[in-house]
């Protein structure tokens, strides 16, 4: 569990909230009631129209499920415990947060065996808050789990209208030109919001309201409570809406009051791929306006698709169509060319990747180079200066301090020293089709074109090993490694062969042809020859 203090340090991280942001000032306002509130996360809707099998709220917005955004928007509004109601797809859900724990703590998880409505999912979650809570709230706000793109800001505006307002109930609301599907605020001559219809509760009349419900709320814990025990599901759908306590509050003289939020688009509840992809755009825009307000170039930010935890250095350049993911951290002046991915990786400062390559799992240090079309599969690690050229795959190896692989290679657990040069085409065989085995090149070697090296092997610092060569066994330390068929040369061997395939070519040297000159002639120039 975090403490006040914990959290404040682990708030302050300039990477997570740079101190001149917004979230600060909103985060030592939301401060203020902290303890006293608690939250009410509903994520247990099975989210039919997203037509899955995982569950609506684990379908990931920039690398995220949506549900983490929800918690973690829950964690800026209170230190207390926040519920979680969950049913479709339990186990996988529980699983998630449970990842994601030490970023989701205190929390709780309510089943909800029956997905009964939303009224019911709240009716589960009170009595565990107040029976489990690290402290008993005297006020609670209760969200979906299906709204990633909705802010800090915005939440903590209306928690604070709430407070500012001494309401009962206060409910976010906004406008819409289409508000088909959504829950309509029905407001009174005076304005004042009287009740919440939803769409298919709606008369005609209700229909043609534009201003929705957006589905967040805070309530006072002594009303909630006693107003979940009234609820009864009178309804078109038969369920427990939770939306008839906004009514019932209305009727016993509440104060109920609405916080209107002009960002539509924020308050988008996600029910179908097409609203996936919507939310999926807006958040991607969003990191990649923070990245570029940071110092970072982005060419073409519409083409840039960088996840939520991901970091990038000042004065560091992206070209379109970089997609950078998972715990990926570029570091200062590096250049991502297009079409590159980098998966759970790292760029020290400087790097440059060129067009077209793939980086997963590996480390590149300080100004090493890569690509383009480089394939560097899980566990490397690039040092200072290096360089990994076209055409080159890697995995689980190491390229010292100035050394390169430069053309058409294959390397594979392999650790190369400093200044090592690794010449076109080589290829270390580490894979006898039933262990892997480990290859070592040391400072200083020069490999020639290519070499195939037969794991095991070590080769020693400064050995040579001359192209064309199948190195079986060590090479010491300064050696040279060749191995290799010797060559023959035959004088005008290739004229006469010519003449016997094509006699109007006559070799020039007027000697006749022998067999011997002759291996076999190419299969499609046979087969040429023999039809008519
Ligand atoms: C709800 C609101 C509607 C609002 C809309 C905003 C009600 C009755 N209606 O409608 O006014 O405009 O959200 O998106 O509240 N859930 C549970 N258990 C249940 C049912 C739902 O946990 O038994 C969860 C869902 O997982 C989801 C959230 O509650 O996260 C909203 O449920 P959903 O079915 O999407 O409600 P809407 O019909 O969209
Ligand atoms: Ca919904």
Aim: net charge negative.
């Amino acid at each position: 569990m975090l403490d006040d203090e914990a959290w404040i340090a682990k708030s302050l991280q300039p990477s997570v909230y740079p101190p001149e942001s917004l979230h600060f000032i909103h985060f030592l306002i939301l401060m203020s009631h902290h303890n006293n509130t608690s939250v009410i996360i509903l994520a247990a809707g099975q989210g039919t129209r997203m037509k899955s099998t995982l569950p609506k709220v684990l379908h990931a917005v920039a690398g995220r499920p949506m549900l983490g955004y929800a918690m973690i928007l829950a964690r800026q509004v209170t230190t207390n415990t926040v519920a979680v109601v969950v049913g479709h797809g339990a186990d996988c859900v529980r699983t998630y947060l449970e990842q994601e724990k030490s970023q989701f703590d205190p929390y709780l998880v309510v089943e909800q065996i029956q997905q009964l409505g939303t009224g019911h999912a709240v009716q589960q979650a009170y009595p565990a808050l107040t029976r489990y809570s690290s402290q008993v709230a005297s006020r609670y706000v209760i969200m979906c789990g299906d709204t990633p793109l909705l802010t800090t800001e915005t939440v903590s505006a209306l928690v604070h209208y709430h407070q500012a307002e001494g309401a009962t109930l206060t409910l976010l609301t906004t406008v819409l030109s289409d508000p088909c599907g959504y829950g309509r605020i029905i407001r009174g001559k005076e304005g004042a919001v009287c009740r919440v219809v939803e769409d298919r509760d709606a008369s005609p009349e209700d229909k043609q309201v534009s201003e929705i419900n957006v589905g967040t709320y805070v309530v006072e814990a002594e009303f909630l409570e006693k107003a979940l025990g009234q609820l009864q599901p009178q309804n078109a759908q038969g369920e427990y809406y939770l939306t008839d306590i906004i009514e019932m509050a209305v009727q016993q003289g509440q104060k109920v009051v609405a916080w209107v939020t002009d960002d539509s688009l924020e308050t988008t509840g996600v029910n179908t791929r097409v609203h996936l992809a919507l939310a999926e755009k807006e958040m991607r825009r969003r990191i990649c306006e923070r990245l570029m307000l940071a110092g970072v170039t982005i060419l073409d930010p519409d083409r840039v698709v960088v996840d939520h935890q991901v970091t990038v250095g000042r004065d560091t350049v992206l070209h379109p169509g970089v997609i950078l993911e998972g715990e990926t951290h570029v570091g200062e002046h590096c250049t991502i060319r297009a079409n590159s991915r980098l998966t759970h990786s790292v760029l020290h400062r400087g790097v440059r990747i060129h067009d077209a390559c793939v980086l997963e799992e590996t480390t590149v240090e300080d100004e090493a180079v890569i690509g383009p079309m480089a394939h560097l599969r899980p566990g490397n690690v690039i040092h200072k200066k290096a360089k990994v050229g076209n055409f080159v795959e890697l995995k689980k190896t190491e390229v010292g301090e100035g050394s390169k692989v430069n053309h058409l290679s294959y390397i594979g657990d392999t650790w190369i020293g400093r200044n090592v040069n690794v010449g076109a085409g080589t290829i270390t065989c580490n894979y006898d089709g039933y262990r892997k085995a480990r290859t070592i090149i040391k400072d200083h070697v020069f490999i020639g074109s290519d070499v195939q090296l037969i794991a095991p092997v070590t080769i020693g610092e400064g050995a040579l090993i001359a192209a064309g060569t199948t190195v079986t066994e060590d090479v010491p330390a300064d050696a040279l490694g060749i191995s290799r068929v010797p060559q023959i040369t035959k004088e005008g061997a290739a004229a006469r062969r010519r003449a016997l395939l094509d006699p109007s070519r006559f070799p020039s040297d007027g000697k006749p042809c022998s067999t011997e000159d002759l291996p076999a002639a190419p299969p499609v120039f046979q087969k040429h020859q023999e039809s008519p």
